[in-house]
């Protein structure tokens, strides 16, 4: 057993609800976290923002649901499945996690349509990358291209077991291809075919409409009370 420092922030402003108070539990920036370490760390419901690895620790809110989809077990419902056909020509291509001029340039537009009134839209280049890639975490950037054109960009992290699904941006006169389920998918299928157990997918909470997207990826696995169970209902019919 490794011990690894943490530290608990003072009560912010919740990120995902309003009017809402939140605490963040981050390993100390001081210690020199490893993939490894995070890979056991991702299982016990934190994430990564560039190099700071956090978890949500409300003292009185536990809306913040970690979860995460066994790739072998996953059967796609319909609006999938249309997502599928539609990007049959969608081209992917993985590189490396480093700056490319096109992917920022393409994020500012995406933040200006998408989240304008967002604290990312300003990003400068070094805070872009700084928010994406990391120093000591095994990331890659997948470019999606339609007709030889750059229509979206998806961050993965890869562990020996998992691949975990940190941010998707696209181009905005591509916004009608659903990019967004469309990296999802291609994520699944791509962890699946290297033989990972599970895709990782962020926070799950119920009263965010951005964030119970991921009730439609079953059978989705939500922590809670320390265990991995399986949780969300979802609708049988598609």
Known sequence: MI?????????????????????????DP????????????????????????????CANCFACVPARLAVADFIPNR????????NSHTQALIKPAIFYEDHYLMYLRYQEDRHKDGGMVDFTPEEYIHFLSSLWCDTRFVEFSIGNELAAVAVIDQFDNAWSAVYTFFEPKFSNYSL???????????SRLEQREFLYLG?????????????????LQLLIDGQWNCQVPYNKSD
């Open 3 to 27: 011990s690894i420092p943490l530290y608990l922030t003072q009560e912010h402003a919740c990120s995902y609800l309003d009017n809402q108070a939140a605490q963040t539990l981050f390993v």
């Open 30 to 57: 001081a210690y020199t976290i490893t993939t490894r370490q995070y890979a056991e760390l991702i299982k016990q419901g934190f994430r990564r923002s560039g190099d700071e690895v956090y978890a949500p620790h």
């Open 79 to 86: 609006n999938q499945k249309r997502c599928l056909k539609k």
């Open 180 to 190: 967004g389920t469309y990296a999802v998918l291609w994520e699944i299928e791509q």
């Open 203 to 219: 926070f799950w909470i119920k009263n965010c409409q951005k964030m119970t997207y991921k009730s439609e990826y079953q059978p």
